[in-house]
Nanobody, 124 residues
Framework: QVQLVESGGGLVQTGGSLRLACTVS????????MAWFRQAPGENSFFLAS????????HYTNSVKGRFTISRDNNKNTVYLQMNNLNAQDTAVYYC?????????????????WGQGTRVTVSL
């Protein structure tokens, strides 16, 4: 059974940084496209970034390009999201997701597995 567990969320001041991690248990991590989404209160899930199986290819939504970096360590079954220059609009619950296909451009409902989320709060 595949399980995803996020960590690294918390309270940070505007302009600060956080690094989120998502560790995947079960087999096959290196065969999954991995992605990060977030969901703010009252809003739909919002795509942030995705990364290919070997980490060579990444895709970002425009609003986080240059501030967020997705990476992965297949030896540790972990995907990361480095977030810099955070602002209040980044406050949300952050989720990682895994897909057994090849595309980096998937809708949330096309991902096979999801974590429980980690909360990020950016204070003014």
């Amino acid at each position: 059974q595949v399980q995803l567990v996020e960590s690294g969320g918390g309270l940070v001041q505007t302009g600060g940084s956080l690094r989120l991690a998502c560790t995947v248990s079960g087999r096959g991590f290196s065969s999954y496209v991995m992605a990060w989404f977030r969901q703010a209160p009252g809003e739909n899930s919002f795509f942030l970034a995705s990364i290919s199986q070997n980490g060579a290819n990444t895709h970002y939504t425009n609003s986080v390009k240059g501030r967020f970096t997705i990476s992965r360590d297949n030896n540790k079954n972990t995907v990361y999201l480095q977030m810099n220059n955070l602002n209040a609009q980044d406050t949300a619950v952050y989720y990682c997701a895994a897909n057994r296909g090849l595309s980096l451009l998937l809708r949330p409902d096309e991902y096979d597995y999801w974590g429980q989320g980690t909360r990020v709060t950016v204070s003014l």
